[in-house]
């Protein structure tokens, strides 16, 4: 049965504020399933680590910002100050190439990048890049190889000029948007959804950063009949639908529970990886 939903979700692999909301797609991809289908789509923070220097983005500000996001969200996050703040575009270019070239990995590979960048990488670093294709499952010469070609970056092209023009719905609510050019240009916040009902196209925009709770009435407005799976009633039934490595924000969201009760029913059925002061649980054995 095709999805009832699809969910344009704009965002970035180097985006600390995508990466903290990834507790609330969860819930989502949980509640609803197959009948969201969804589409991301690479806004591209910043083509090249100078810009970060040339803007004043320091190093030291960015673990600044990662260590105020994670006491937040409590999200996984090495907050360790890195050598420079990396460029975004080389991760999106891969992400781009991996749905041009084998789409039912892109996820898994913007999964990925994200989880090492958070983890302590450079997200610019073509280690790194190789590193996350091959934890996704995909062939890292196969998909530098990819990266270089002409449609790639014309697909990448697209998604970036779609994130430049928010639509009059998010434009109204500007403070969730970001600055772009020398124009007064305005785009996208990382994540952003652009919700549409499939049967007529009828849309809700939800920009920024957003709890999960007007993402759930965005898609009861479009689709009241949609079906909402009921909570999971154990961290063992959340990790085994997961089918990877789960943070423990991302648990509790799904569960409905606070990070300290989340932890507590993780440490009792998975090993935790650390990263940061957190980190990400499999099931034990058994």
Known sequence: MPPSLTIQDFTDPGCPWAFSAEPQRWRLRWLFGDAIGWRPRMVVQSEAAVDNESKGFTPAMLSSGLRTLHRRFGMPIDTRERARVP??????????????????LEPALLRRLRVLYMGGGLLDDEELMRQAAEQAGIDADDLMRWSAEPEVEDALGEDMDAARHPSPAARALDHKLAAWGENGGRRYTCPSY?????ADGARLDVPGFQPSESYEAAIANLVPELER???????????????????TAEVAALRDLEHARAREELSRVANEQPVGADGYWTLRAT
């Open 87 to 104: 460029a975004t575009l080389p991760a999106c270019r891969a992400v781009v190439a991996a749905r041009l070239r084998i789409p039912e």
């Open 194 to 198: 652009e919700i549409e009902r499939n």
């Open 229 to 247: 799976r009921p909570d999971p009633e154990t961290v063992e039934e959340v990790l085994a639908w997961a089918g990877e490595p789960l943070a």
